[in-house]
């Protein structure tokens, strides 16, 4: 079925993974690939129309994302399945649609979030990861986790995260609200993983890094709470690379309909 332009518009949620490593983030670029950008030209070709879509997240370049949201409107009439099928079938494969809702026009990606949660991932172990590469960050000096995971704690709640955001951030408030923030190891792999209200510019990779001081046992646990209420970001630990960082999960009131995320 052909869109109609002048027929009534409707607005379709969609949940997508992609491999960031080849694509300058999120968000829409003049000259660089972006996962806007694709995922934009495969729905305009299935729709007969011109589309633009709108995330939850605007994920840096490199990182990746396994739960991301995104909405378009359109006046082209397809079933969700159609879309899924349809859709896939144009965008590159280090992207790709997980499901597809109808849903209201009072819903939009970004602003009806409630939470979002980001997982960082480490690869602790002596020798690097042929396999793992663009996916983890690999340390081969050993990183006491419990101690990162004590450190973390004064992070969860409401703060003002001005120490962990970058210098080019453009976000009006640097309070954010942290619900979550948990340091896990499995064998040679390190998990952090965060959920808050909204991020800041590299919050999260900033958060990472000066957690790694504490792990490395180059400061106390306490050193962190000493950098947050301090609010200087040159006070605190590098910024962890891109690659190790995924968007997990976004979270929406039970309203809408969406299918579960899955930190």
Sequence with gaps: MNADPDGPSYRIAVGL????TR????????HAPSVQDSLNTAFSSVANQAVESTGAGRTD??????????????????????WLLGVNTQLPNDINLLWVRRVSLKFHARYSAIWRGYRYS???RPVRSALERDRVWWLHQPIDHEQMQE???????????????????QARSPIRTISRLTITRQGDHISIYCRANAFLHHMVRNIVGSLLSVGYGETGPEWIETILVGRDRRRGGITAPACGL???????PPEFNLPPSQP
């Design 23 to 30: 694509y300058r983030g999120w968000q829409s670029q003049p």
């Design 151 to 169: 450190a973390a704690q004064c992070l969860v709640g409401e703060h003002d995260f001005s120490a962990f955001r970058a210098a080019a951030c």
């Design 17 to 20: 993974e992609y491999d960031g």
């Design 61 to 82: 370049a490199g990182v990746h994302a396994r739960g991301q949201v995104a909405h378009i409107d359109t006046s082209a009439a397809r079933d969700d399945h159609s």
């Design 122 to 124: 480490i690869l602790n």
């Design 246 to 252: 995924c968007l997990t999960d976004v979270v929406y």
